[in-house]
Each structure stands twice: as structure tokens, then as C-alpha cells.
């Protein structure tokens, strides 16, 4: 009886081996964090479209650049479209990444897959033929998904991209030090931080540069694109290879 337990629990571990190990293949899986052995976070930035405003954080990115802090940014195909010099200032900067958001930022899982696909790729497509450049990580808007966002996005040859951890900053009732502390006792080793660089965001300028402060030159995690934090992160590489010091 306990050859037969022991040879059942085997077969089952094989199984739910199986199943983790194909649950991880494809470019859409759903992906939360990086690695927690890459001693390493990434701060990421959706551009979702604004109805009024310039759209566009300018003291935020004017800080990233002189810090040299890579970021990645998830542009909606609306907010390309109405920002060309931005886009192209983004697109300079070699610590800099560029991934989609979806067209007109819709909740995607109201839609059909046909709709759905046409919102997921329209961004793709626009940078691609506008400014010769691939985008190959997408964020939902809103971060909702359904069974047929996830299988659109690997036809595509897309990594799915979400996050764990919330910096809260379009919250007009949180405050710069509530945002930092919930930062502080949530973010480790992998963490992928969702913000927000079209105006919208409350004292993101402040908290990016409190937790660089506190996690980079106190702690010494790194910063790095998603890219670099999912490819196996080397410390203090940034998404071009290159070594850097703070």
C-alpha cells in the first residue's frame, strides 16, 4: 500500500508538473513578477488617453532621464496617435522600453474576440509602420482579461503583462507618504510596480523618486525594464546589456 501511495503521489507530481511547465509556455502567459532571485524591480507606466490635459507627465520622464532610471511604458494606440514628439523623445532613450495598452483603453472582456483583437493590435501596428519599432509586451487596460484576450495576445507573439504591486497614484485620496509605506511593504525581489505618466497620476514624480531613495541607494535593488527583470537580470544591467552604478 505504501509503494502504491508513493508511486500515485509521483504520477500526480509528474501531472502538475506538466501542467505548471505548459501553463508557462507562450508568449501570452499571464505574467504578475519577475524572478525572485533577481534582486531587481520594474517600474512601469501606462499612457492610458486623456479627454483633457496634455497627457503626458513631463517632470516625471524629465526626472527617469536625468536619474537614469529604466522604466517601461504601455502606450495606448489613442495616445500614440496624439503624441507624436513624445513618442519619439521616448523612443530615444536607450533605458527606455515600449509596450501597448490597447487602442482606446476598453474593457476588453465586453468585447468580441474579432473587437478584441482589433483594440489589441491596433497600437502594435501603429508603431510598427509609423516609427519601425516592435512592442512585444501588452497590458490590458484596466487590467481585465478574459480566456480570448489571452489567446489573441499569444497569436500575436505578445508577453501579457500585469503587475504586484499598486502605487495607487490616480487616487486623489492617497497621499505621497501612504503611497510610499504601502510601496515600501509590498514590493520585493521581482516586483513589477504599475503607475501612471499621462498627467493623471497623484505625486508619482515624488514616490518614484522616494523609492529609488529608499529601495536603489539604500537597499540596493535595481531598476530595470520588464524585459530585462523576465530575461534573468543580471545585477545592475539595464535593458541594452550594459552595467550601470548609481
Known sequence: MRDRTLQTALVV??????VTASSQDGAAQVIRSGPPT??????????CPVRDG????????????????????????????????????MLSVPFFEIGTHG???AHLP??????????????????QTHYGRSAPLFRPPYGEYNDATVEIAQALGLRFILWNAVSG???PQLARTRMVDNLK???????????????????TRAVV??????????????????????????????????ERSH
Open 13 to 18: 507530481g509528474a501531472i502538475l508538473a506538466s
Open 185 to 203: 511593504a509590498t514590493v520585493r525581489n521581482g516586483s513589477i510596480i504599475v503607475f501612471h505618466a499621462n498627467g493623471r497620476g497623484r505625486h
Open 110 to 127: 465586453m468585447l468580441d474576440a474579432d473587437r478584441q483583437r482589433k483594440e489589441i493590435q491596433g497600437p502594435v501596428t501603429l508603431l
Open 54 to 89: 496634455a497627457g503626458y507627465d513631463a517632470p516625471l520622464i524629465d526626472t527617469l532621464v536625468s536619474k537614469h532610471i529604466p522604466a517601461t511604458f504601455f502606450l495606448s494606440g489613442r495616445w500614440v496617435a496624439t503624441h507624436e514628439a513624445e513618442v519619439r523623445a
Open 209 to 242: 523618486e522616494d523609492l529609488y531613495e529608499d529601495l536603489v541607494l539604500t537597499k540596493g535593488l535595481q531598476l530595470v525594464t520588464v524585459s530585462t527583470l523576465l530575461d534573468g537580470c543580471k545585477p545592475g544591467q539595464t535593458r541594452d546589456g550594459t
Open 38 to 47: 533577481c534582486k531587481a524591480i520594474a517600474l512601469t507606466f501606462d499612457m
Open 169 to 171: 497614484d490616480p487616487d
Open 103 to 105: 487602442q482606446i483603453h
